[in-house]
């Protein structure tokens, strides 16, 4: 579980710095705009691989709460959504010009229905983890008014819909290969 909770630390933390904008600016001040961008990639790119190795490595661990038959129906559904808005975070579609910040609100459908649906140590430390990482950067964001500025298009929302649907329905099929449980009846 200290592979997962360090992994979980990396990656989130780093994620959190462009809310902390006095330690932001005194890195990107530091490294450079370049160095920045390569220290935060890293940083990502190991904490990410700490997670999927530590969430292998930890094993399920003791329940703590009893799964929510609802949380587990509704997944497939708000999977679905949340993959949809994750796409539409980075087209400019009428998607992201409506929710203002998709990929944060994906981030926690996606966290707040597997936190729910597991009840298990390890689901309960990644996925509430990253439940409290996308409220808090919510919050943050929508203080400091960070929306992006742009003329939306039907065509990247049909993109966004489309892409966001068919990752969906790949990471269902193959998740019980994944992560060791069905997702759908069809799962593989």
Known sequence: MTVLAVGLAMFLGIHLVPVAQPLRTRWRTSLGER????????VSAIGLGMIIAGWWLAGPGPALFQPSPLARRA???AMTAAFILLASSHTPSHIRASVKHPMLIGVIIWALVHLFANG????????????AYGVVDLISA???GAVAVFEPRARADVISVV?????ALVVMTFHRVLFGHPAVPFSI
């Open 35 to 42: 160095g920045y961008r390569i220290a935060f990639s890293v």
């Open 142 to 144: 929508v203080a400091r």
């Open 163 to 167: 892409a966001g649907t068919v990752v």
């Open 75 to 77: 997944a497939p559904y």
């Open 120 to 131: 298990d140590t390890r689901g309960t430390l990644l996925f509430g983890a990253l439940l």
